[in-house]
């Protein structure tokens, strides 16, 4: 259940990075990309856990925060 939930978030991530992302210009303040990140998450530490951590990171990126580098998984 949890493989295929997994799959089932990445895929949702694929088709927003397949489209709305290349409608909209890309303003992401960290490496890798807020998407990248939730899809590199969700598949080391599961559903639940990688869209909490991939949340917490894009909740992060505002023009007020002080953090803007390299974000590893």
Do not use: E
């Amino acid at each position: 259940m949890k493989i295929l939930l997994a799959k089932i978030i990445i895929l949702l991530i694929l088709i927003y990075q397949n489209t709305f992302s290349l409608i909209f210009p890309s303003t992401c303040r960290f490496t890798p990309s807020c998407s990248n990140y939730m899809s590199l998450s969700v598949k080391k530490y599961g559903p639940l856990r990688g869209v909490i951590m991939g949340l917490k990171r894009i909740f992060k990126c505002h023009p007020w925060s002080r953090s803007n580098s390299w974000d590893s998984v």
